[in-house]
């Protein structure tokens, strides 16, 4: 059987659990293709298994947001055929490998029960065992890897992302210690740049000065901040966006591929702003970062100073 349910809302365990079923079928990232099950209808997935390969061997296809499967359905969504997919399931094509993905199946449903147990995988990733193996040839010991952890919040997506950082700034000697950490890495925490959001939003002009001088201060990229705080207010409009939707947190993780926890803070500080609000800044962070970007000023501390003068 080749069908299998990835029950997960994490980007980086959904990414470990596709390579394993990958892995175990001597299958290649080459095969995969991927639906939007939120905006494709499954009989398209099941006419994609169908077809015969051309250019492949195996395919792998990938069905991302699998509502069907859980005790929930999102709003304004499409209404997928499972009768079809049970009649598919029961008699699949053997030379393809079909994916399903949601955030928490509801075990008592009739398509669920058509998995075999073995292929419903689910759980967490042994983070400290996918940093050794993003490592590859680098070496970071075992207190500094848990206080890389801890310096990311146990967000696993975050985790990886700033190794690939690392990995950059010690390409020479391949050895990444704390100090590498707390030199190479934005050390500003969410709470510091959604204040300064809070301030941008609000027009508060003095709290925005005065925070954003701390950073500078303290030896923080201003560009980075402009980036940290510019990315902060697409991810609360998007999420606002799709909670208008009627998308639920572990669904807006999956589409946004990042982690719960972003959605959780994004959903909180955004709460008591307007879309229009947020977009209104975000197209003002557009025009700033096109300003730096293109030479026009190339002093971004002092654009982004006439930037908050301007609110």
């Known amino acids: 059987m080749n069908n299998y349910i990835i029950e997960a809302t994490d980007y980086i365990v959904i990414q470990a659990k596709i390579k394993e079923i990958l892995t175990k079928n001597n299958l290649s990232s080459d095969m995969i293709i991927k639906y939007d099950l939120l905006e494709t209808p499954i009989s398209n997935v099941i006419l994609d298994l169908d077809t015969y390969n051309f250019l492949i061997d195996h ?64 759980g967490e990733v042994n983070i400290d065992e996918l940093i050794k193996e993003h490592l590859e040839d680098y070496h970071m010991d075992f207190k500094t890897t848990k206080y890389l952890i801890n310096y990311c919040e146990n967000d696993n997506e975050r985790i990886l992302s700033e190794l690939d950082k690392l990995k950059c700034w010690k390409q020479e000697s391949k050895i990444i210690t704390i100090e590498d950490i707390d030199n190479a890495l934005i050390k500003i925490n969410s709470d510091t740049i959604f204040n300064l959001i809070d301030a941008i ?110 609110l």
Do not use: W
Not at 82 to 92: R, T, V
Not at 263 to 284: C, F, M, P, Q, W
């Open 59 to 122: 395919k792998v296809v990938i069905a991302n947001n699998a509502y069907f499967l859980t005790n929930s359905k999102p709003r304004n969504v499409i209404n997928h055929n499972e009768e079809e997919l049970a009649k598919y399931l029961q008699n699949a094509n053997p030379l393809n490998t079909l994916i399903l993905i949601c955030d928490k199946i509801d075990p008592k449903k009739k398509i669920v029960k058509l998995f075999d147990k073995q292929h419903i995988l689910s």
């Open 201 to 310: 939003v609000l027009k508060n002009k003095q709290k925005a000065y005065t925070i954003t001088n701390e950073l500078v201060d303290r030896g923080e990229d201003i560009s980075k901040i402009i980036i940290m705080v510019s990315d902060q207010f697409r991810l609360m409009y998007n999420v606002k966006e799709l909670l208008k939707k009627g998308q639920k947190d572990a669904q807006i993780a999956t589409l946004l591929n990042i982690h719960p926890y972003r959605v959780k803070l994004a959903i909180e500080k955004g709460y008591h702003y307007s879309s229009k609000d947020l977009l209104t800044n975000l197209e003002r962070f557009f025009e700033l970062d096109y300003m730096i970007k293109t030479g026009i000023n190339s002093n971004p501390l002092l654009e982004f100073t006439l930037f908050l003068a301007k």
